[in-house]
């Protein structure tokens, strides 16, 4: 028997899954919530600066999978070949020439600049739109295979944006990684960050990588946008790798921690929704949908179906970034369950002000009193929003409120609500909310369809999929497609655990790893006709108010 683990790092935890590499079967699981991240450590959101410690990322490693192990059949450590790690990204962090983040250095512990620089953090929007500018008028467009527009999400913006805030981070970083590599790079004991393997996965979608420029755009580019890099690109990375690869075995000292084998392999490291997209069984031309706090959409196409086509105004498209020798294709939406936790958020702040200020009732009662009714607010509102006529209800949103990823990413933007009147109450504005982020999807295929890509089928992933068949019924509707569901809760960690089997040799390629681990489809949503319609004529005014406030911005 041959068990692999699938280590998915989450926005808000890491959760370890062991896999039966024969059929897939889920042996265990455990999660490990970031300890400081929970408490807001390090975060503003009103300035859109979200940072994370890395001995969160350390210390949820350690937790679930020495969890996971306690949990497995007796003799499972044993069996364990391989690991692989996805994560959220772009989320980069500066490293000393030794890869070691300077985070975990005394001297910089407390810094915000010196933790990871979380993927939904748009404190760099001005560097993005110089990248852009310089990109645009420069002999080489370097944005090209990225969709022509760089983001502050991605990995230039947010360094150029440090760098020049804070100096003394600028001078102590000898080179900075995305967090789906430093992981690996951690677990197999690295010494040097030139030795680390990075993914073609981060490096093609958010670094401006590619094969075609011989690697990254050269120093003379960096230095035309801002002399303060100067140097830094050649202390970064030229090779990139694929994560059917391995990047190594574990260190003694991580073997020891976790219980394991040193002989265990360790894959090159992937994004969450691009091994997330293997975990649901992509297949060409099928929009893999992975729906969580934001949503990143995934598409593959066989590269000899390609030619030169590029697709403008999406998160890029890369050779090998979900299967190997594929072309992969991103998009996304920069807010999605978030919208919804947002306006659970704004409900909820007259429990913990009022209620939780009342002297009615004791501090137990009123603690327990609030955990009930906000854990009700999204089950409550859904039953009364499901009841209400998008035609009559008047309320239209736009699910801008952490700005737009794509098509055309601009984190400028703002979310918005319309229509509203004194009889616009809560279950009316959630129901727009929802609307929103299912049009803000349907932008997305429209994007590709228009570009020459055709989309054969939506497949669903991640928490809102399978939590809420109120919000896949009007995704279908919206998108007038039929949306199947993969049936696995742990999507990104089973698609980490596949691709643990291939680097480990159990599988010679993910195709076969996908198919022979994958646990299908549990259920269908079909567009309602009647419905589609009504969202036809909905969306119109979608997309003209979206245009009034673009234009305003």
Known sequence: MSFVIGLDYGTDSVRCLI???KNGKEISSAVSFYSRWKKGKYCDPSKNQFRQHPLDYIEGLEKCVSEAIGKAP???ASKIKAIAIDTTGSTIVAVDSSGQPLGLKKEYAENPNALFV????HTAIEEAAQINELCNKWAIDYSKYEGGIYSSEWFWAKILRTIRVDSNIRNAAYSWVEHCDWIPFLLTGGQHIQDMKRSRCAAGHKALWHNDFGGLPPNDFFVALDPLLDGLVDRMFTETYTSDL???TLSEEWANKLGLSTEVKVAVGAFDAHMGAVGGQIEPYYLSKVMGTSTCDMLVIPSKEVGNKLVKGICGQVEGSIIPNMLGMEAGQSAFGDVYAWFKQILGWTLEEVVGKSKLINA???????EESMERIIPELTIAAEKVDPLSSGVIALDWLNGR???DANQ???GAIFGLNLGSDAPKIFRALVEATCFGARKIVERFQDEGVPIKGIIGLGGVSKKSPFVMQIMSDVLNKPI???????TCALGAAMFAATAAGIFENVETAMNTMGSGFDKVYHPNPANVEMYNEIYKSYSNYGEMLERDV
Request: hydrophobic letters at 35%; zero cysteines.
């Open 412 to 414: 400028a933007l703002k």
């Open 246 to 248: 391995s990047a190594g």
């Open 19 to 21: 896999v039966d590499a």
């Open 405 to 407: 990823r794509t098509p």
């Open 484 to 490: 199947k569901i993969a049936s696995s809760e742990q």
């Open 118 to 121: 979380l993927w939904k953090d």
């Open 364 to 370: 137990e009662t009123k603690k327990q009193l609030i």
């Open 74 to 76: 007796k003799g499972t």
